[in-house]
């Protein structure tokens, strides 16, 4: 039959979709000189405290690793299975409180996010005053699980205007190096004070981007619309909408505000009657089963694309090439971070300009070109000890920073929204932080045993997986740039059609229609 076949399912749902261009009616509705503008700067402050007090947590343990008082306070090298399990213990933290994320479609965006702030200021505190070993691995593991409540992500993803979700989301990514720019800044400084507190301060100081979070959520940044109209509070939804998405702000019969709830009720039209915080049930029905592979596959390429080698494990992959004076790796950190922060911001400005496959496979194949560069200059920098082969590493190395930051960062807090629908988002949400912190449970202790053991060599390993998850995401991952967060539904859970191919086409069509 003609109307049941595949090929006509996919005609009449392209055909639906791209009758409404949602993402042009965001952009007539919301003037960039406008309090509206103010407001979404104001929830930008918010949200981008919980990102830079992450960032600044990396750049905190990739940082005092080259202070020697905090090796001989803790009796362990700077690198090996006790800094391995010093690191691994924050993504174990991640993995176990990533299933409590699900609570936000109880507590709501806000309340998780609280929570979990609150959880990393008293893990700082533990850390930064702990007396010995236990105590600091009890403090990393409590700030990994307070860590993975944080659903700023998924909040931006659902609070911000269609027409700016990629530049804010991109924006709100970077703020990470910033908190983790203003930290490396500070150790340098740090590393001159004798004694414990060079390295406790920096720890300590971990709780104030937190706190300012808890200071300010619950009276600068608003609900999820999606959140209150899960919970049947849809006039709250229209005035949220109507105040952060259009100009006039005041105005809940806007033209926006109409589209807009209606995506978010079709959206939830097959939302299953269960919703407990603790029924994954939903991820293995057929619309779902799709998803969270290419969730799975995301998750694990976050992790293990290499940069972890760069981030918190500068330090002993720059002994590697003979650079060993703390100073000079605290400065190395400090350039590294600058590059990444600065070609995040930019890389913020391009990714609603390209499709998300085209800079996922930029981002692969410039990663397996510098790895590979930097492997060649490491082994003759070991075979010669030639300064000029260990300058073509470090070289490679910020290369490196500024092509995943342009072309990768900025889609770790957009491809995973994008590809949830509303009833599985804070769940899946939370799976994305479970299998995330899994992987980088794995990839933290990994590189620090293997660095040890094998030295420069370990660039081949990610050389040889960045080759596979290029591959991989060729054939699996769909094209999400320039669809609305429920339109993803159409892609996944159209009958007889390949997601790939489906979101392929929908680009097609609406760029024919225009």
Known sequence: DLKTSPDHIEEVVIARLTEEDVFALSQESLRFKSWTSFRLALIMFVMGCNQAGYGIDWAVIGGINAYPAWHEYFGFGTSGATFGTINALMTIGTVCGAPFLALSDVIGRRGINFLGNAIVIASALLQGLAVNL???????????????????????????????????????????????????????????????????????????????????????????????????????????????????????????????????????????????????????KRGARYRVLVLVLYSIFQQWNGGGIIGQYLVPALQTIGIDDPMQQLGFNFGSIAVYFVFTVAGSFIIDKFKRRTLIFAGLVTFIILQTCATITSWQYNLHESNTQAALTVVWIFIFQACSATLIATMHNLYP??????????????????????????????????????????????????????????????????????????????????????????????????
């Open 134 to 284: 236990p105590m600091f691995m009890a403090g990393r593991f409590f700030l990994g699980f307070g860590s993975a409540l944080m659903s700023a992500p998924q909040y931006m993803g659902e609070v911000t205007p269609a027409h700016l979700r990629g530049l804010l989301v991109g924006l709100f990514g970077a703020c990470f190096q910033i908190g983790s720019l203003g930290m490396s800044g500070a150790l340098l400084g740090f590393n001159s004070m004798k004694g414990n507190w060079g390295w406790r301060i920096p720890l300590l100081l971990e709780a104030v981007f937190p706190a300012i979070v808890c200071s300010t959520i619950y009276f600068i940044a608003p609900e999820s619309p999606r959140y209150l109209i899960m919970k049947g509070k849809k006039e709250q939804a229209k005035k949220m909408i109507a105040r952060y998405h259009t100009t006039e702000g005041n105005n809940p019969d806007h033209p926006l505000v109409g589209v807009v709830v209606r995506q978010i009720e079709e959206s939830l039209a097959n939302t299953p009657k269960n919703r407990e915080a603790w029924d994954f049930r939903a991820f293995f």
């Open 417 to 514: 929204v994008e590809l949830l629908s509303l009833h599985l988002r804070a769940k899946g949400m939370a799976l994305y932080n479970l299998v995330q912190g899994a992987a980088g449970t794995v990839n933290n202790y990994g590189i620090s045993v293997g660095i040890n053991k094998i030295g420069y060599k370990i660039w081949v390993v990610y050389i040889g997986y960045n080759c596979i998850q290029l591959v991989l995401s060729y054939f699996v991952f769909p094209e999400t740039h320039g669809l609305t967060l429920e339109e993803m539904d159409a892609v996944f859970e159209t009958p007889g059609v390949r997601p790939v191919k489906m979101s392929l086409d929908i680009q097609k069509a609406k760029k024919e229609k225009a």
